[in-house]
């Protein structure tokens, strides 16, 4: 899900986030809000097609999070569950 006009430089959003357009605590940050955005307004704007902008958003936090963390990863894994039913 990221369109052409999401890429600068030959780069998307995720990829400049990664590279240093943020820091990594600001880019957790940014997917969270995101995620929290999209599942939110799906049934009233999008429907399914926000709801997998949320999953995107959730496997690049996913990717980001440190996997000592159980608590946190069974949560996140939880959401990927849920996510992954509807695609």
Aim: hydrophobic share 35%; glycine share 4%; with cysteine.
């Amino acid at each position: 899900m990221k369109p052409n006009y999401y890429h600068k430089n030959g780069m998307d959003l995720f990829t400049a986030c990664k590279k240093g357009l943020v820091d990594i605590q600001e880019f957790k940050s940014f997917c969270k809000l995101n995620i929290i955005k999209y599942v939110l307004r799906y049934q009233s704007k999008n429907g399914e097609e926000d709801l997998l902008k949320a999953k995107d958003y959730l496997n690049e936090l996913l990717a980001l999070e440190n996997t000592d963390n159980p608590i946190t990863n069974k949560i996140l894994q939880s959401w990927v569950k849920q996510m992954e039913k509807i695609s």
